[in-house]
């Protein structure tokens, strides 16, 4: 079974507007860490947010939140404001500390942000 | 203070060829991840070391790839013989493997073209 799920390959928002970025996971162990990722064109991959299975509220770092949804295993990404230099690839990785604090990615969802 | 460093950044080999990757972690990180990311595509696990234990090789796609870390820091990527199937951005991270809100740094990746 897939550890991360993003079920959107492509995503459009008029710019100056929010979106939703959707992650769902699949994990049996009671502590892990969420992450997002954002990755321009020019390569580098780039931190954006963590949300840790105990946090009682959403991370939130700037215009950026994670809309944590634990019963349902679920880690969406809001991006509020959207800013055409938000147009990325957009990834979203969990890791266990059961197996070794390895990293899951899922497959990523090309936002494109239109002016 | 300095990143995830890389090299080279550009690699064109021959079909058949061996090539070494390198890459210089974070001063400090006990854990290192190579990925493999195709064009378009999301990142694919190759291997994790973590500390002084065993790594993780269950992502290395073939006896082709190996990699070794000296003094818990540089590591070395290695394809023997490597294929057109192996051309693709080899990235590399580094993460305080002590806790698991500890967000992976990537380095600028090492693009590799086997002709």
């Known amino acids: 079974a897939q ?78 404001a959207s800013q055409l230099g938000d147009s990325a690839m957009y990834f979203c990785a969990m890791r266990e500390i059961g197996t070794g604090n390895q990293f899951y990615f899922g497959t990523g969802t090309s936002l494109t942000v239109i002016p | 203070g300095a990143g995830v460093s890389q090299s080279p950044s550009n690699k064109v080999t021959e079909k058949g060829k061996d ?6 972690p974070i001063s400090g990180h006990t854990a290192l991840y190579w990925y493999r990311q195709s064009l378009g595509q999301g990142l694919e696990f190759l291997i994790y070391f973590q500390g002084n234990s065993a790594p993780d090789k269950s992502g290395l796609p073939s006896d082709r790839f190996s990699a070794e870390r000296t003094g818990g820091s540089v590591s070395t990527l290695t394809i023997q013989r490597t294929q057109q199937e192996d051309s693709a951005v080899y990235l590399c991270a580094s993460s305080l493997e002590s806790r698991v809100s500890g967000e992976q740094y990537f380095g600028p990746g090492t693009r590799l073209t086997v002709t």
Do not use: H
């Open chain 2, 19 to 24: 090539v070494e990757l390198r890459c210089d």
């Open chain 1, 3 to 80: 550890k991360i799920t993003q079920t959107q390959p492509g995503m459009f928002v008029q710019e100056k507007e929010a979106v939703t970025l959707d992650c769902t996971y699949d994990t049996s162990d009671p502590s892990y860490g969420l992450f997002w990722y954002k990755q321009p064109s020019s390569g580098e991959m780039i931190f954006l947010i963590y949300q840790g299975s105990y946090d009682q509220q959403n991370a939130t770092e700037g215009r950026y939140s994670l809309n944590f949804q634990k019963a349902r295993k679920s880690a969406n990404l809001v991006i509020s």
